[in-house]
């Protein structure tokens, strides 16, 4: 009796064929799910998988690849099997605690980090900062920055101090769990210390929940992503900047592509003035920000 012969994979191939098995799954972003599994289970980074692309993968390797892939195909995001996800070129790691951060926010970095270039030493408070991604890149860019952030979540802030200290700016990013809807918010921090504030905060309306894909809904947290009309934490975040900025410091939000305007219109109420609407990649209005009137 002849024994049923097992493949032999190599790496290139496996690729390949995970990429076609997905496509043809309706997965997302076939290719770089692929990769991200492949490399998660080899120790490999994902450009070192095409310089090792003809390396065998053995048995026992093919069998936990296989486990990560059934966690893909039944919804869960490829960065939570992972356990990492790439922003602004730096690795963070990410797991269900946090929202996975989009590329629309590296272009909120840019846009604070612009306004403070030409600074020697500036405070800067991060409200919502989720997996830390936004204040360790910007400490990463400007040593001068110390930076306070801020979450909700003591589930969330776990994260990013681990995030901040694999980076090593642990020592000029201090995490504090803090609510925004209580009047007691601004207790612990200095009035009139911060030359910006910087925000990507829940914004989808509670009657956009079902509507979002899938593996959002049920799997990044919700708390982090929808508010009962959107507007919520705008309001109260430019409340509070009032009294935390300097005369003349910036507050710098990302906002939901619809809701440029309204954002403004509450900004404006504040007291902010020079305005600004920026629009990302894919023309989309996604970038609000002003000056706190001296």
Known sequence: MLMEQVREWQVVDLLKTTEEFFSSKGVDEARIGAEMLLSQVLGLKRIELYLNYQRPVYPDELERFRGLCRQRLEGRPVQYIAGEQF??????????????????????VEH?????E????AR???????????????????????????????????????????HKVQDRVRFHEADIFRDSFT????????????????????????????EV????????????????????????????????????FEVHAEGAAAVGAIMDSSGFSAITVTKDYSGLDRIVSGRLQA
């Not at 030409?118 to 030493?121: A, H, I, R, V, Y």
């Not at 989720?130 to 909700?152: F, K, P, Q, Y």
């Not at 030359?195 to 894909?213: F, G, K, R």
């Open 187 to 214: 207790a612990p921090f200095s009035a009139g210390t911060y030359s910006l504030i910087v925000s990507n905060p829940p914004y989808i309306p509670d009657a956009e929940w079902e509507l979002l894909q899938r």
């Open 124 to 166: 800067v408070m991060d409200i919502g900062t989720g997996s830390g991604c936004i204040a360790v890149t910007m400490a990463l860019r400007n040593a001068s920055l110390v930076l306070d952030a801020l979450d909700c979540s003591v589930e969330a802030l776990a994260v990013a101090r681990g995030n901040a200290l694999a």
């Open 118 to 121: 030409n600074t020697q030493s």
């Open 87 to 108: 922003f602004y070129g730096l690795q963070f790691h990410v797991d269900e605690r946090v929202l996975i951060p989009r590329p629309e926010t590296e272009l909120l």
């Open 112 to 116: 604070a980090l612009g306004f403070l």
């Open 217 to 252: 809904r049920e799997y990044e947290p919700r708390l982090a992503l929808t508010t009962p009309t959107g507007m919520e934490c705008y309001r109260a975040i430019a409340g509070h900047a009032g009294e935390l900025l300097k005369p003349e410091g910036v507050l710098c």
